[in-house]
């Protein structure tokens, strides 16, 4: 995530569940390797450190953004600002 001047607010990776099977880094297109991600955190404590870092009045942008946010468990008005 990075802020309206474009600095890096917050970045991380998702360790793959014990259950599941990673299977491509799609190292080309993403520049990660496995052992990128070997000490991830799990998505649930991604994500609360995602929303200790966003702002209620913040602008989220992005690429099929609504989608995200519903991932996410992101509320308007909680998380970000509404429109």
């Given at each position: 995530m990075v802020d309206g001047d474009e600095k890096k607010v917050f970045d991380s990776?998702?360790?793959?569940?014990?259950?599941k099977k990673l299977f491509s880094c799609l190292t080309k297109l993403t520049g990660l390797v496995e052992s990128d991600i070997e000490d991830a955190?799990?998505?649930?404590?991604?994500?609360?450190?995602?929303?200790g870092v966003l702002d209620k009045d913040g602008v989220l942008v992005g690429q099929g953004i609504g989608h995200d946010?519903?991932?996410?468990?992101?509320?308007?008005?909680v998380d970000f600002r509404e429109r």
């Open positions: 990776f998702v360790k793959v569940p014990s259950d955190e799990e998505l649930d404590v991604v994500i609360e450190k995602l929303k946010v519903s991932w996410c468990k992101l509320e308007a008005g």
